[in-house]
């Protein structure tokens, strides 16, 4: 042992190690027989009770974090998932599943915008026309269209859509049908009920909705903003999409299936695009 | 090594048990959130980042294989979502000044000991604004063994880094806090090796007696 004293550094080292019990027994000697190692050992000391101090916490802030954490547990892949949430299939971003959803039905998407551009340009001319029996066609074919799509009017009406639609009350728009929305509800159980009413899901086979107003529906803004975010088993099935309003947040709901498997619910925000619910139907 | 506390929990969780995965959170909550909000040097940093810490958790729970003690893993993702999640704002942490979403640094609270009040706000904003000085490398080590109670060991395999690195880290970063906090007031005792400062921030030296079986020893 030296009487040199030591560089702060080491004395630092020397006197820090003693602190937690981590000094040698040589090094124990030293510190004893230095009074200034001895000081530094106590200023030390002073640093780790003020880091100490208890940080307190907030028991909403407790529970806040918890079910987040919770929730995340639940996600697909997670320890919490439903049995049968695949973790291991290969995934592809939602979008690209929807472009890659078949000419098929590409071709029906494309019949259904045909359809509402004739009923668009009809019902001006039959007005014109006068006829009592021409009126009561065009009230037939409007009234077709609100049948099923009463999610669709109810945008339209909001957004006076009415009015551009050449004055013909009830006669949606394409623009009013691009947007194929299941409406507001208040739990998880309603909307799933709600989704197995849908004609495309009760025949087992994929239709496009038919008030969508063509292939605009694909990329819409609302599912545009997902575009990479939401990703779906390479080789599944999208046999519904849309969107819809679940406990008062903006969603978009998508049923697909894997080959041979049952139909699968996703549900993700249309803020931020996290998955909300992804179970079977 | 002793069996692991947290082995039953964590098998269940594992298996799908809702209640185990959150007896097994709320075992380690205040743990993660006092790392994290010394780490972020502010409440609300600080709650952001345990809440991204427990996600981690969470996600990387079927990872998890246990050559660890699990609290040693739990210390070890939470360090890194923590340090992560303030990488990711693209700062250094900000000390954060008492408000509304703090209750609990309302105000100063009575000193249990006695019927002088102690500047609990002073004091807390005192260590955060000291700590946040620090290199992440150093206020990690010095939070994990100050206030996470990890051994030197622990510490390394937390921030995968040797031992005598860990003790290095710890060393210098309470140097560096004990310049920083500077001398308490009114207090006259002489000055440490190293230009440090004798007591913390209000504090009287406290006791320099080693805990047992605090540390590895190199």
């Known amino acids: 042992m030296t009487d040199a004293p030591l560089p702060p550094d080491a004395a630092d080292e020397l006197a820090s190690a003693h602190l937690d019990g981590a000094a040698t027994d040589a090094e124990r000697a030293q510190i004893e027989a230095d009074g200034s190692l001895q000081a530094r050992v106590q200023a030390l000391a002073a640093v780790r009770a003020a880091v100490r101090t208890p940080v307190p916490v907030d028991d909403a802030r407790r529970e806040a974090a918890l079910a987040a954490a919770l929730a995340a547990a639940e996600e697909p892949g997670g320890v919490l998932a439903p049995a049968g949430s695949s973790t291991t299939a290969p995934v592809v971003p939602l979008a690209a599943r929807w472009r890659s959803a078949g000419r098929d039905r590409r071709l029906r998407y494309l019949a259904v915008a045909a359809a509402v551009a004739v009923v668009a340009l009809a019902v001006p001319v039959l007005d014109r026309l006068g006829t009592e029996d021409d009126e009561a066609d065009t009230a037939s074919v409007a009234l077709d269209a609100e049948a099923s799509a009463p999610a669709a009017r ?14 013909s009350a009830g006669a949606p728009t394409p623009e009013a049908l691009m947007a194929d929305d299941l409406g ?8 799933t009920a709600a989704l197995r009413e849908q004609p495309e899901l009760a025949d087992d086979e994929y239709a496009a909705p038919t008030t969508t107003g063509g292939a605009e529906a694909m990329t819409s803004t609302t599912l545009a903003a997902c575009d990479g975010q939401l990703t779906l088993p390479a080789d599944t099935d999208v046999l519904f999409d849309a969107t819809a309003t679940l406990e008062g947040t903006p969603v978009v709901v998508v049923v697909h299936r894997l080959p041979g498997g049952e139909p699968q619910l996703l549900v993700a925000a249309v803020d931020g695009c996290a998955t909300l619910v992804d179970q079977p139907l | 090594m002793a069996a692991d506390p947290d082995e039953a929990l964590v098998d269940a969780a594992r298996g799908g048990d809702r209640a185990a995965l959150d007896a097994l959170l709320r075992r380690h909550h205040d743990r993660i959130h006092g790392l994290c909000r010394r780490l972020a040097g502010n409440e609300a940093d600080g709650l952001d980042a345990t809440q991204e810490a427990l996600i981690a958790v969470v996600r990387g729970l079927p990872r998890f294989d246990g050559r660890s003690r699990f609290s040693t893993w739990v210390h070890r993702v939470a360090t890194n979502a923590c340090l992560d999640e303030l990488r990711r704002r693209g700062r250094r942490p900000v000390v954060g000044l008492p408000d509304e979403r703090d209750p609990f ?23 955060d604004a000291a700590l946040v000085q620090l290199s992440p490398e150093l206020r990690a080590a010095v939070v994990l063994r100050d206030l996470c109670e990890l051994d030197y060991a622990e510490i390394a395999e937390v921030l995968d880094v040797p031992p005598g690195t860990v003790r290095s880290r710890i060393s210098r970063g309470r140097a560096q806090l004990a310049r920083l906090l500077g001398p308490a007031p009114g207090d006259a005792t002489s000055g440490p090796p190293g230009g440090g400062n004798p007591a913390g921030p209000g504090r009287r030296p406290t006791t320099t007696t080693p805990p047992p079986a605090a540390g590895t020893t190199p």
Not at chain 1, 184 to 191: I, M
Not at chain 2, 105 to 110: F, I, K, S, V
């Open chain 1, 154 to 167: 109810d945008g339209a009406e909001e957004s006076g859509m009415d009015d551009a639609a050449g004055g």
């Open chain 1, 184 to 191: 507001p509800f208040d739990e998880l159980a309603a909307l």
């Open chain 2, 105 to 127: 640094e309302a105000g100063p609270l009575p000193d249990p000991r006695g019927e002088v009040p102690i500047d609990r706000i002073g004091e807390r904003m005192a260590v």
